[in-house]
C-alpha cells in the first residue's frame, strides 16, 4: 500500500509542508491543481506551487482539475517537473488524445473519478490508462468527509479489473484518515491523503497510522 500526501490544507507554510513529506516515508506529493471552471474552486498560486516543487524528492502524483485551455497551458509547465503519474478527468473533450500525448512522455496517465461519475463512464479508457484516481469527495476542498457511496464504485472498479485482466492501479482521495482507511484499503494500491497528514505535527506517525489499518 503506497501512501501519496496532499498539501492542499497543511497547518504550516507551503515550502515547509514540501520539505516535511520530502523526509516522511509517504511514497508521493500528491499535486492538486484547478482551474476555478472545471471544479468551484481555484489554484491561485500555481507558478508558487510548481517553484516550490522543483525542490521535491519524493515522486509527484499530479492531478489536474481543469478545462481543456488551462489544462494545456498548465501541462506544459508540469511537464517540466517530470511527474512520475498525472491524473485527468474523463469530461474532457479530448481525453484520449491526452492520455496518449502524456504516456508519450514517458509519465504514467490516469483518469479522476468524481463522486457523481459512474465508472460505466469510463469503462472504454480502463486498457489506454495506468491508474484510477477514485475521489471519494467532491474535488477542489481540502478537510471534507468521507462519502461512503463511493465504496460500491471501488468495488465494481476492482471486479472490472479482475475480470478483464487490467492492469491499472486504483488510487482513492478525499476524506482518508485512521478511519475511514480500513473501508477502502481492500479495493486499493494508493491512498491519498491530506489533512490527516499535513494538519499533524509528525507526519511519519500519521503515514504508520494509515499503514498499519489491516
Do not use: W
Request: aromatic share 8%; proline share 3%.
Amino acid at each position: 500500500m503506497k501512501i501519496s500526501v496532499s498539501f492542499l490544507k497543511s497547518k504550516f507554510s507551503l515550502q515547509e509542508t514540501i520539505e516535511k513529506i520530502n523526509q516522511s516515508t509517504a511514497d508521493f506529493i500528491h499535486v492538486d491543481l484547478m482551474d476555478g471552471t472545471f471544479v468551484a474552486s481555484k489554484t491561485e498560486n500555481v507558478f508558487e506551487i510548481l517553484e516550490c516543487l522543483k525542490k521535491a524528492t519524493k515522486p509527484l502524483d499530479v492531478h489536474l482539475m481543469m478545462e481543456k485551455d488551462a489544462l494545456q497551458n498548465t501541462l506544459q509547465e508540469v511537464y517540466k517537473l517530470n511527474p512520475y503519474r498525472l491524473a485527468i478527468h474523463s469530461e474532457l473533450s479530448n481525453t484520449l488524445e491526452l492520455i496518449d500525448e502524456i504516456k508519450t512522455r514517458g509519465i504514467l496517465c490516469g483518469l479522476a473519478v468524481n463522486p457523481d461519475t459512474t465508472i460505466e463512464e469510463i469503462k472504454n479508457y480502463l486498457k489506454d490508462i495506468d491508474f484510477v484516481l477514485i475521489m471519494s469527495v467532491y474535488p477542489g476542498r481540502g478537510g471534507q468527509a468521507f462519502l461512503d457511496s463511493t465504496i460500491s464504485k471501488l468495488q465494481e472498479l476492482k471486479k472490472i479489473k479482475e475480470e478483464q485482466n487490467l492492469s491499472f492501479e486504483i488510487a482513492i482521495d478525499g476524506g482518508i484518515n485512521n478511519e475511514t482507511v480500513s473501508k477502502v484499503k481492500p479495493y486499493c494500491d494508493t491512498l491519498i491523503s491530506g489533512s490527516f497528514i499535513c494538519m499533524s505535527d509528525d507526519y511519519n506517525k500519521q503515514i504508520t497510522e494509515l499503514k498499519k489499518v489491516p
